[in-house]
């Protein structure tokens, strides 16, 4: 059955790959789409989980993001400094301000951590200094493409100017982008005597739920939540909207894979009607003329999904660079998931002939 699907799919080689083309697209669509989502979520747990920090200490009632922000006094640090449980703490600034490029607004996430520290630091720096000092930043590449500033030169924030000193990746959220200050000059964005938060890594062995609890008792009016927390916060306020736009464009994705994989094949069933009726008149059930239609539509799909896979690195890479903004990340999960999605795509797309295989009357080919 296999041998004459593969002997109908090269007669007619033209239609064939149109229809391993329509799966492609199918493939590039719904990787890229997935692709946004999955490296917005990436960023989101880098900005927690590459901090290096175990436990955030926010205003009591706030998740401590630019969405719900937190405002804590600055002298808790010296009840913090009392915990022997404690490796390492730093205050940390997080907010956003706009800056303007050309006629359109831009949003910043600033990052203000203590640069002597081992907290808070940008995870992967690219190009320049790994930390900035006095009046320096270390700025986003999607933002410095787009803005074309680069290392030396001067960017002004809220009337006070910093220059430029490195270039780091992994910061581009979609509706903003991630920069870096030392936290002294970071908090003069808050309020005096405020910071947005504390992070602090635990020694070895300590238990970092019941360390909470001990510290939230102690102090009752911060709020006290562990990295993983933090990040499906930003996660939510992000990407919870995506969610159902990302569903429907998949779906639609899909439908038009399984679309043309299914009009192929029903147009080489009504061409073949002659041969499948021999077939049946020789007394082959129609399951199995439904099995060599199943193996075409396999074909196709399974044809279409390797070579959509392979070709959607180079063309994101491509759009990402033509699109600075255009962020994606295709993972490894993906494109195991993505296989026993598509085969379903082909199995979908070989019923729509079989309403035509029942209907063939294998006395119709002898007159």
Do not use: C
């Amino acid at each position: 059955m296999v041998s004459i699907a593969i002997s109908n799919l090269f007669h007619q080689k033209s239609k064939s790959i149109l229809s391993i083309s329509g799966v492609i697209l199918s493939v590039f669509l719904v990787f890229t789409i997935y692709g946004v989502y999955n490296g917005m979520d990436y960023i989101m747990e880098s900005m927690t989980y590459k901090t290096g920090a175990d436990l955030w200490i926010t205003q009591q009632g706030t998740s401590g993001s630019v969405h719900s922000p937190s405002f804590i006094p600055v002298d808790i640090g010296d009840q913090l400094s009392e915990y022997d449980e404690i490796e390492e703490f730093t205050p940390i600034i997080r907010t956003a301000l706009t800056y303007k490029v050309g006629s359109t607004d831009i949003l910043i996430f600033i990052n203000g951590y203590n640069t002597s520290g081992n907290l808070g630091n940008p995870w992967k720096v690219i190009e320049g200094k790994i930390n900035p000092g006095e009046k320096e930043i270390i700025i986003d590449q999607t933002f410095s493409k787009i803005s074309g500033l680069i290392i030396g030169d001067n960017i002004s924030i809220q009337s006070s100017t910093f220059r430029i000193v490195g270039i780091s990746d992994e910061g581009n959220i979609m509706v903003g982008y991630l920069a870096f200050l030392s936290y002294d000059d970071a908090k003069n964005l808050v309020p005096p005597n405020l910071t947005n938060g504390f992070i602090m890594k635990l020694k070895d062995g300590i238990n970092s739920d019941e360390f909470s609890k001990k510290i939230q008792e102690d102090i009752p009016e911060i709020n006290v939540q562990n990295s993983f927390s933090i990040a499906q916060a930003y996660k939510k306020e992000v990407l919870g909207g995506f969610i159902p736009i990302i569903f429907v464009l998949s779906a639609f994705s899909l439908f038009i894979g399984i679309l043309i994989n299914g009009l192929l094949i029903y147009m080489l069933t009504l061409e073949k009607s002659k041969e499948y009726g021999i077939i049946k008149a020789m007394g082959a059930s129609n399951f199995k003329l439904y099995r060599i239609v199943l193996s075409q539509a396999l074909i196709i799909s399974v044809i279409g999904y390797v070579i959509g896979s392979i070709l959607s690195f180079p063309l994101t890479s491509l759009i990402q660079e033509i699109v600075p903004e255009f962020y994606v990340k295709i993972s490894t999960e993906m494109l195991i998931g993505g296989f026993p999605i598509f085969v379903m795509t082909g199995i979908i797309a070989s019923l729509i002939p079989v309403s035509r295989l029942i209907g063939i009357d294998p006395a119709e080919v002898f007159k």
